[in-house]
């Protein structure tokens, strides 16, 4: 019986630890903007793409991501900070994957998983891939990162 009582309390504590922890992950990313974006940061994206709406700026350590509208469409692109372009995402239509990513998908593994939502990436170091978001019995969620030939380069598991 103490034997019990001894267990229950160490699973208490590490369910507490773990309560905490998870909450201060909370608080520190949605505080992510610890710095000030750098004029040459926001410059350069100004020179990329001088016709945005509504742009957000939000610090992501190791990047700067900016978040806008151009042409009615949202967009999220990333810059070092020196202001070097790093890549630009796009939400489009399923409809809109090329047919090699379609047959890709079809091929997959992941096949009889809903898709979601897709977007195409465009990276400085001049590859497109397109990335399907994707979920099974509304449970399991990835992301799926395919090229433009229509071969899975990598999967995600996203939270």
């Known amino acids: 019986m103490i034997v019990l009582i001894k267990l229950k309390r160490t699973i208490m ?3 507490s630890a773990l309560i905490v922890s998870v909450m201060l992950l909370a608080v520190f990313s949605t505080q992510a903007q610890l710095r000030k974006i750098p004029a040459d940061v926001t410059e350069a994206f100004k020179e990329k793409y001088p016709d945005t ?3 957000e700026w939000k610090d992501k350590i190791s990047s700067f991501q900016v978040s806008y509208e151009m042409s009615g469409v949202h967009y999220q692109s990333k810059f070092n900070s ?3 372009w790093l890549q630009t995402e796009k939400e ?14 079809g091929k997959s593994k992941f096949t009889d998983w809903e898709l979601k939502s897709v977007a195409f990436i465009e990276s400085n170091n001049k590859d497109i891939e397109y990335r399907l978001f994707v979920r099974k019995s509304g449970v399991e969620k990835k992301y799926l990162y395919f090229d433009k030939d ?4 990598k999967d995600s598991i996203t939270i």
């Open 13 to 15: 504590k590490k369910i």
């Open 53 to 55: 709406k509504n742009a």
């Open 82 to 84: 020196k202001g070097a």
């Open 92 to 105: 489009i239509e399923q409809d809109a994957l090329p047919q090699a990513v379609k047959e890709g998908y």
């Open 150 to 153: 229509g071969k899975l380069i």
